[in-house]
């Protein structure tokens, strides 16, 4: 049952990394009002390291709850 519920965690945080990085990309696409001022290659570093810190939380979390499920004495 714990199992089931860590597998459910890992899932909803893989599926919202997903969905976070198709939004930026597609904002990334927007030309947005407060990135008039920036050249292309600031816009496209700015928006690489918000997927590159995204996915790096993810996986983060992923490790810590594997870590619990078999550090267990």
């Not at 714990?2 to 893989?14: D, G, P, R, T």
């Not at 990085?21 to 918000?50: G, P, V």
Request: hydrophobic content about 50%.
């Amino acid at each position: 049952m714990i199992f089931l519920i860590k597998l459910f965690i890992i899932s909803i945080l893989i599926g919202s990394a997903i969905a976070i990085t198709k939004r930026i990309k597609r904002k990334r696409k927007e030309n947005t009002f407060r990135d008039f001022n920036l050249t292309d290659y600031q816009k496209t570093a700015k928006y690489e390291k918000s997927i590159v810190y995204t996915w790096m939380l993810v996986i983060i979390v992923i490790y810590a709850v594997i870590k619990w499920t078999y550090d267990k004495p």
